[in-house]
């Protein structure tokens, strides 16, 4: 089974809706991190959120993090077009490790 | 301009043969990463390698191997593709002391 997994599996929107996407994660972590993949292109990071935060903003993203229940949520608010892209949270293989665990990711759908 | 360029594109080949991608990352970063992505946006890391140590992933086939001619190149050579191996392959790297990783645009193997 993954160590890191994103759902749902895919989500539509039409623009100007707010959206969240989920992650569940497997091992102890030092921090974990949420990018961005649009097609034709490589994953770019948006947040990272260390374990001792519980949430993170940058713009119109934000993220939650609570590692009780090793989980992890980013939400867009304001979606438009160009957000259309795969969404993956990446976490440490192990606490302080430097190799990343990618979940599979969620494919969201941004309409005009 | 500052990234990671990966050469080339696309590839198309016949199995048995054997193919080479090329990495480059002008971030001035310490370590640099392959990794695979399958048709599902699944990505697995296949290597990590600084200037000091090569990590291999235990489950990649002997015929896959990494070549660095310094810390800002990382190849990656594949001796005799099978079918299994398409996919689109992603080059990325890091600073040493940060998280984040940058991603190259990937190169998309199909093997026939």
């Known amino acids: 089974s993954q160590l890191a997994e994103e759902n749902p599996w895919a989500l539509s929107v039409h623009e100007g809706e707010s959206v969240t996407v989920n992650c569940s994660y497997k091992?102890?972590?030092?921090?974990l991190q949420w990018y961005r993949q649009k097609s034709g292109e490589g994953p770019a990071q948006l947040i990272l959120?260390?374990?001792?935060?519980r949430e993170k903003r940058n713009g119109r993203l934000r993220a939650t993090l609570d590692t009780s229940s090793q989980s992890s949520s980013l939400s867009i608010t304001a979606t438009r077009c160009e957000d259309t892209a795969v969404y993956f949270c990446a976490t440490d293989r192990s606490s302080g490790s430097w190799q990343l665990i990618f979940g599979s990711g969620t494919q969201l759908t941004v309409m005009p | 301009e500052t990234a990671v360029f990966q050469t080339p594109n696309y590839h198309v080949t016949q199995v048995g043969n054997e193919v080479s991608f090329n990495c480059k990352q002008t971030l001035g970063h310490d370590t640099m990463y392959w990794y695979k992505q399958d048709s599902k946006k699944l990505l697995k890391i296949m290597f990590s390698y600084n200037n000091k140590q090569l990590i291999v992933n235990e489950t990649v086939p002997r015929r896959f191997s990494p070549q660095s001619s310094d810390k800002a190149h990382l190849n990656l050579r594949i001796k005799s593709v099978e079918p299994e191996d398409s996919a689109v392959y992603l080059c990325a790297s890091r600073s040493l002391g940060s998280y984040e990783q940058y991603f190259g645009p990937g190169t998309r193997l199909t093997v026939l």
């Open positions: 091992t102890s972590i030092t921090a």
């Open positions: 959120i260390r374990s001792n935060e």
